[in-house]
């Protein structure tokens, strides 16, 4: 199935809001059909033409992260960005896990969802419109497991270092604040401060520049965050 560069779905099962960002997506040129619950979306033949999924977590019916899953596995390409109300790390971990690229929480404005779903159809793009590379050209990241994979060869790493690649992955322009990742973070038991996040990722672009042959895998950005600097497939 190939990525519609155009076409959008939005299911949420409010109708006013639903008919809000369909309108928001719509006036920012992209073809919008909305949806209010899992199934009829999945009864559609507009499916298979689908580029980007704007999700509600909480439907009727099948929920979206069950939904996230089964489209992740039909659809490698879609892009699938999760709107919810649920905030947590772990809520947000277990979104990622489930397969969204981008987990957005509510209430979300027109114009952060239409950047954002404009950032991933960027983002999918570089597999899709451009002759893309082998996969055992990719670094590829283990969304069930703890390790990455390139040319052959596998890299082993801990969970923490698994929520800030897949953050750093996800995120718009695949850069986080530092606040951002500290958050990820400090749903584990043990506390992460800013300079204990500083020594772990220096300790990951080490061990990523090993795995990887070259220099630019984690790039700081002076005072706001880390950038992403290959490119990941987290899958």
Not at 23 to 35: I, S
Not at 57 to 73: F, H, N
Request: glycine letters at 8%; proline letters at 3%; one cysteine or more.
């Amino acid at each position: 199935m190939g990525l519609n560069v155009k076409h959008v779905v939005v299911i949420e099962d409010s109708e006013a809001l639903n008919a809000l960002l369909c309108r928001a997506l719509g006036n920012a040129g992209y073809q919008v059909e909305g949806f209010l619950d899992a199934e009829s979306f999945l009864e559609s033949p507009s499916l298979k033409d689908t580029g980007i999924i704007v999700l509600d977590v909480y439907l009727p019916g099948e929920d979206g992260m069950t939904l996230a899953r089964r489209l992740r596995k039909l659809m490698p390409d879609l892009g699938i960005l999760m709107l919810t109300t649920r905030s947590t790390n772990a809520e947000r971990i277990e979104g990622y896990d489930a397969g969204a690229d981008y987990y957005l929480p509510k209430p979300v404005t027109p114009a952060e969802l239409c950047d954002a779903v404009h950032s991933l159809f960027v983002r999918k793009s570089r597999f899709t419109v451009t002759v893309a590379p082998t996969v055992s050209e990719r670094c590829v990241l283990s969304r069930a497991g703890y390790s990455l994979s390139y040319k052959g060869r596998t890299l082993k790493i801990s969970d923490a270092d698994k929520k800030i690649l897949v953050g750093l992955a996800s995120a718009p322009n695949q850069q986080l604040e530092y606040w951002q990742i500290l958050e990820l973070l400090n749903g584990d038991q043990e506390l992460v401060t800013r300079r204990s996040l500083d020594v772990r990722v220096h300790r990951m672009r080490s061990k990523l520049s090993e795995l990887l042959g070259q220099d630019t895998t984690i790039v700081s950005i002076r005072g706001l965050g880390y950038r992403l600097g290959f490119e990941l497939e987290v899958r």
